[in-house]
């Protein structure tokens, strides 16, 4: 197959690659391999890859188009990074964090849900790991879908969600205040994937605010049931991440979350993202 093989690391979905250098171009065959691997597997892992922020790039665009990012580079703690890359760490300088979401937990949520042409793709390449925590855990959203309660399908089949985007770790909207301050958007709470055709649950516990057509307790009470029933199904796959991994998902079939760290552990992780395009049921 392309000169790699495939492992699985969960029985609902996920797979690590071996055989592949992601420094070095793939060709056109070893590319639509990959891509048939991504979009079956959901997410893709590459172990001891030794990747520079321009090998990282290459390697993305080889999928489609850059990622852009909504927050303007002035609001941004690394606004002087490129406008396609985004350091998640909790390296400090000068007391100042150089990079993004530096410390501890972070909620379940899908990457630019909140944005209208929601990015489809995330490659995160990890450089320094914590040697506790800092897990990445990842939930298939198909699967999601498809064992949920039929009394819980019948609410939400063909409605709208709002989501909205602190820029906080573990902190959601209160619905009283301005949310024209953050980024929002409406999306369909079940889409139909753009490239497989499949129906996934687009709601998160982070960035999820309101359900179309139910007062803001009733959507409250509907998104944290449809979270905890993620939680509670075997549909996670908690990832602890090595240095020299490179782990890309799917954000339209996917949602994940982080698990908490020390502090005084070092956590660096340099991301790309692949653009999307609109959602619809």
């Keep these: 197959m392309a000169g790699f093989t495939l492992h699985k690391l969960h029985d609902s979905f996920g797979a690590e690659i071996r055989g592949l250098d992601l420094s070095a171009p793939m060709d056109p065959e070893t590319c639509e391999a990959v891509t048939q691997a991504w979009l079956d597997h959901l997410i893709l892992l590459f172990r001891d890859q030794d990747l520079t922020p321009e090998a990282q790039r290459k390697f993305c665009e080889q999928f489609g188009p850059l990622g852009g990012r909504l927050r303007k580079a002035e609001d941004r703690p690394e606004g002087r990074d490129a406008e396609n890359i985004m350091l998640v760490t909790n390296v400090r300088k000068n007391g100042v964090p150089i990079g993004s979401l530096p410390d501890g937990e972070m909620f379940f949520h899908?990457?630019?849900?909140?944005?209208?042409?929601?990015?489809?793709?995330?490659?995160?390449?990890?450089?320094?790991?914590?040697?506790?925590?800092?897990?990445?855990?990842?939930?298939?959203?198909?699967?999601?879908?498809?064992?949920?309660?039929?009394?819980?399908?019948?609410?939400?089949?063909?409605?709208?969600?709002?989501?909205?985007?602190?820029?906080?770790?573990?902190?959601?909207?209160?619905?009283?205040?301005?949310?024209?301050?953050?980024?929002?958007?409406?999306?369909?709470?079940?889409?139909?994937?753009?490239?497989?055709?499949?129906?996934?649950?687009?709601?998160?516990?982070?960035?999820?605010?309101?359900?179309?057509?139910?007062?803001?307790?009733?959507?409250?009470?509907?998104?944290?049931?449809?979270?905890?029933?993620?939680?509670?199904?075997?549909?996670?796959?908690?990832?602890?991440?090595?240095?020299?991994?490179?782990?890309?998902?799917?954000?339209?079939?996917?949602?994940?979350?982080?698990?908490?760290?020390?502090?005084?552990?070092?956590?660096?992780l340099r991301r790309y993202t692949i653009s999307g395009q609109a959602l619809s049921a």
């Design 110 to 268: 899908h990457d630019k849900c909140y944005a209208p042409e929601p990015d489809w793709g995330t490659m995160l390449y990890a450089m320094e790991v914590t040697r506790v925590g800092g897990h990445t855990l990842f939930a298939n959203m198909y699967d999601a879908w498809e064992t949920l309660p039929n009394d819980l399908k019948d609410r939400i089949e063909g409605r709208q969600v709002l989501h909205i985007y602190k820029y906080l770790p573990t902190e959601r909207v209160d619905l009283k205040e301005d949310i024209d301050k953050y980024d929002h958007q409406w999306q369909p709470i079940v889409i139909t994937h753009p490239k497989t055709g499949r129906r996934a649950l687009y709601v998160n516990e982070l960035m999820s605010a309101m359900i179309e057509g139910y007062e803001e307790d009733e959507s409250r009470e509907i998104i944290d049931r449809l979270v905890e029933n993620v939680k509670s199904a075997d549909v996670i796959y908690d990832h602890k991440w090595q240095r020299g991994d490179l782990v890309m998902w799917d954000n339209w079939c996917t949602m994940h979350a982080r698990t908490d760290f020390p502090r005084d552990q070092t956590r660096m």
